[in-house]
């Protein structure tokens, strides 16, 4: 509900003017310049995250949902601060780095705290979503990389 809730405002927020105004006027630092024009990435990790826990059990969901969110807020970190070659179009090294230490420090967290996936499991998904965050697919990353990491993690 919260997730329809959210997707709805945003896409609001894209047609009705008055919306768009107030929405900017609060959030507008929050969003990136390709994301004034098109759904947040904020809508497409909701919409991600929704698609991989009606996909997967619960151990799966938790783990690729925290990939992707605790991976994608280091990535931006280091890709925003440290200066680094280029991979793809807006991708760097210095991001593609920090997602994937941030995924594996989750995946050892996740493992300490429940257990409930084999650490292989838990490896595996966290170098699959660094993969899949830096690749330029035309899928929003936030959308895609919690889904195909949730499938390489049940494939496992």
Known sequence: MVCFAIVVVDFLR????????????????FLRRHEI??????????????ITSLLYGKPVVVAACSFVIVGDTFA??????????????NRTVAGSIGFLAASL???????????ELPLSHLLAGAITAT????????????????????FVMSLL
């Open 37 to 50: 024009r098109r759904l947040s990435g904020a809508s497409y990790l909701l919409l991600g995250c929704l």
């Open 14 to 29: 894209l047609h009705v003017n008055t919306i768009k105004e107030a929405f900017i006027l609060f959030f507008g630092s």
């Open 105 to 115: 420090a989750s995946a050892f967290i996740l493992y300490s705290i429940t257990g």
């Open 76 to 89: 931006a970190i280091f890709g925003q601060n440290i200066r680094s070659t280029k991979i793809f179009q």
């Open 131 to 150: 993969i899949f965050e830096a690749l330029p697919l035309p899928l929003d990353d936030n959308f895609s990389v919690p889904i195909v990491t949730g």
